[in-house]
């Protein structure tokens, strides 16, 4: 099972960024995907999370109104819109894969992980 995100880059406060992720090694549906940032110095914090159906999802206080999690079971990907981008939400960002079928917000509770993706916003 593989995990891989791109989409991250550079970009100004009040931008918009979408982040893509790619699960290879099984099928997107039979899991729920997670999206983490981690900036450094800090611990890795849940962003956002969404069901294997792509029914349910879930988010963090601070991304709520601002990122959308969803998934297109055609070409196996799962993305995070992220609008209105802040400083804060500087860090690098990973993407995870949970075999079991209920969204939780720990790290700890996904067992495949991509490399990350650094994701940049100037004041």
């Known amino acids: 099972v593989h995990v891989l995100e791109s989409g991250g880059g550079l970009v100004q406060a009040g931008a918009t960024l979408r982040l893509s992720c790619v699960r290879s090694?099984?099928?997107?549906?039979?899991?729920?995907m997670g999206w983490f940032r981690q900036a450094p110095g800090m611990e890795r914090e849940f962003v956002a999370a969404i069901s294997w159906s792509g029914g349910d999802s879930r988010y963090s206080d601070s991304v709520r109104d601002r990122f959308t999690i969803w998934r297109d079971f055609a070409v196996n990907t799962v993305y995070l819109q992220m609008n209105n981008l802040k400083p804060e939400d500087t860090a690098a960002y990973y993407c995870?894969?949970?075999?079991?079928?209920?969204?939780?917000?720990?790290?700890?509770?996904?067992?495949?992980w991509g490399p990350g993706t650094q994701v940049t916003v100037s004041s």
């Open positions: 090694g099984g099928t997107l549906g039979s899991y729920t």
């Open positions: 995870a894969a949970r075999q079991l079928s209920s969204i939780e917000t720990r790290a700890s509770d996904y067992d495949y």
